[in-house]
């Protein structure tokens, strides 16, 4: 058994002993969590009654893999937007194209973004990346700081060392250092309004939300949370009635608002004049696409990138393609797409290019033949990536169901937080998976770095 495992088996372990096998402590830890906002919807942010444990050489490996990948997503976006070929190739939206050619009047293309990877022991897999709306930084030090203190996590602190990551202080310092670039330099404690939509019959603020904008009044900067009804412009001001907002945090996904609006919505106009700070900005749609992956693993592409940038690429970033009828390379061989996609279905995923579309992801090895040519011709017909699987890992986990302690598999993403290209922290999301994909079993479980006293 891995020090990894028998960590895991001890935690086991010491649930199931006195006094920890009375749950009234995990009923006090839910209140907890209750208490604090740690909840989605009308549940609480994490499912599970154990932390995701990973070895100080693991994060090392993580920290060292997905900087090299976010300087190399950085390249690429800088490259796509110079070449008007490369943003046709991503099939970006008319929209899109015309927002991403608005200079946000930063540098930065992303300021903050994670990466979906599947860590599990010696491997490292890359599989997505989200700079439109990266959530759990607030929601995963919050939990962190809430599971500490729990008792069955206490005594297993009593052999183990357990080292807490956060990153809300280190966005809230991409946040200013973005501001300042775009010119604010006159205003050092710049209004600031994190944007998101609100649910049908939503009547307060989302948790993570309310805990970022709680932690940044805290800090000295008067912070309100809207939606985009909620939005003015005039005279050269965005504005939520009275209060005056020089700095969003941009918390909508581009093709849900477009979907809503259109470019003359006064939070559009208010960046296009150059009248606001937008973070993320509007040009971070282009990473959002997964063509990301298409461009990133395009050798043709990425040849002239720093060898560090390369190695990540190949080593951790499986091969992905906009689904064409085209010639390609796979392992430097030239194969016609479509016919190397039907040819390959067990170690292919079909995904759509956008997150927010009503399209749906395929795994070959889930398909059967005839199911597996139907998606290859709605991939055809629609922006669609072809994808190398990545197995995804799973872990068996403790969680509080019903009144009872059950253990159940569940699948495990870990999600490096990167500010301006630097990875502070991760979050670990876990969820339950079933036929349809629909399961309440989902949330965050908390996220240590483990070592041995």
């Given amino acids: 058994?891995?020090?990894?495992?028998?960590?895991?088996?001890?935690?086991?372990?010491?649930?199931?002993?006195?006094?920890?096998?009375?749950?009234?402590?995990?009923?006090?830890l839910q209140n907890r969590?209750?208490?604090?906002?740690?909840?989605?919807?009308?549940?609480?942010?994490?499912?599970?009654?154990?932390?995701?444990?990973?070895?100080?050489?693991?994060?090392?490996?993580?920290?060292?893999?997905?900087?090299?990948?976010?300087?190399?997503?950085?390249?690429?976006?800088?490259?796509?937007?110079?070449?008007?070929?490369?943003?046709?190739?991503?099939?970006?939206?008319?929209?899109e194209k015309m927002l991403a050619a608005v200079d946000p009047g930063y540098p930065f293309v992303s300021v903050t973004s994670l990466l979906d990877t599947h860590l599990n022991n010696g491997t490292m897999r890359f599989?997505?990346?989200?700079?439109?709306?990266?959530?759990?930084?607030?929601?995963?030090?919050?939990?962190?700081?809430?599971?500490?203190?729990?008792?069955?996590?206490?005594?297993?602190?009593?052999?183990?060392?357990?080292?807490?990551?956060?990153?809300?202080?280190?966005?809230?310092?991409a946040l200013l250092k973005a501001y300042k670039e775009f010119g604010g330099k006159s205003k050092p404690q710049p209004h600031m309004a994190i944007v998101e939509f609100r649910q049908p019959f939503q009547t307060s603020e989302s948790g993570e939300f309310l805990l970022l904008s709680e932690y940044f009044r805290r800090e000295g900067y008067q912070t309100e949370v809207v939606s985009p009804e909620q939005l003015e412009y005039r005279n050269g001001v965005l504005r939520h009635g009275d209060f005056t907002i020089d700095l969003v945090y941009r918390r909508i996904r581009i093709h849900e608002f477009l979907v809503r609006f259109?470019?003359?919505?006064?939070?559009?106009?208010?960046?296009?004049?150059?009248?606001?700070?937008?973070v993320n900005s509007f040009r971070s749609e282009l990473a959002q696409k997964k063509a990301i992956f298409d461009l990133l693993t395009d050798e043709s592409i990425t040849a002239g990138f720093p060898l560090a940038e390369r190695k990540a690429i190949h080593e951790f970033v499986p091969w992905t393609r906009m689904v064409t009828a085209s010639q390609t390379t796979f392992e430097n061989q030239k194969v016609d797409l479509p016919e190397f996609i039907?040819?390959?279905?067990?170690?292919?995923?079909?995904?759509?290019?956008?997150?927010?579309?009503?399209?749906?992801?395929?795994?070959?090895?889930?398909?059967?033949?005839?199911?597996?040519?139907?998606?290859?011709?709605?991939?055809?017909?629609?922006?669609?990536?072809?994808?190398?699987?990545?197995?995804?890992?799973?872990?068996?986990?403790?969680?509080?169901?019903?009144?009872?302690?059950?253990?159940?598999?569940?699948?495990?993403?870990?999600?490096?937080?990167?500010?301006?290209?630097?990875?502070h922290?991760?979050?670990?999301?876990?969820?339950?998976?079933?036929?349809?994909?629909?399961?309440?079993?989902?949330?965050?479980?908390?996220?240590?770095?483990?070592d041995a006293k």
């Fill in 342 to 423: 039907l040819k390959n279905r067990e170690r292919l995923i079909l995904k759509p290019n956008d997150d927010a579309s009503e399209f749906h992801s395929f795994r070959g090895s889930e398909t059967d033949d005839l199911g597996w040519e139907r998606a290859l011709k709605q991939a055809m017909r629609s922006p669609y990536v072809v994808q190398e699987a990545v197995e995804p890992f799973r872990a068996t986990f403790p969680v509080y169901q019903n009144g009872s302690l059950q253990y159940k598999e569940l699948r495990v993403d870990v999600q490096p937080h990167s500010f301006l290209g630097k990875v």
């Fill in 1 to 28: 058994m891995s020090n990894l495992g028998e960590a895991i088996a001890r935690y086991n372990k010491i649930l199931e002993s006195e006094p920890h096998r009375d749950l009234r402590w995990a009923v006090e």
């Fill in 127 to 173: 599989f997505d990346y989200n700079a439109d709306t990266p959530a759990g930084v607030a929601f995963g030090e919050a939990l962190n700081d809430a599971f500490y203190d729990a008792p069955p996590v206490k005594e297993f602190r009593r052999k183990y060392a357990l080292t807490r990551m956060g990153g809300t202080k280190y966005l809230l310092s």
């Fill in 425 to 450: 922290g991760c979050s670990s999301s876990v969820s339950a998976e079933t036929p349809s994909g629909f399961t309440t079993l989902s949330g965050l479980a908390p996220t240590y770095i483990l």
């Fill in 262 to 278: 259109d470019l003359t919505h006064p939070l559009v106009r208010a960046y296009r004049d150059g009248a606001v700070c937008v």
């Fill in 33 to 95: 969590m209750k208490a604090e906002n740690l909840m989605s919807g009308n549940r609480p942010i994490s499912p599970v009654l154990r932390p995701h444990f990973i070895t100080k050489r693991q994060y090392t490996n993580l920290v060292k893999a997905a900087e090299a990948l976010y300087s190399a997503i950085s390249r690429v976006e800088s490259v796509a937007l110079s070449t008007p070929q490369l943003l046709n190739r991503m099939q970006m939206l008319p929209a």
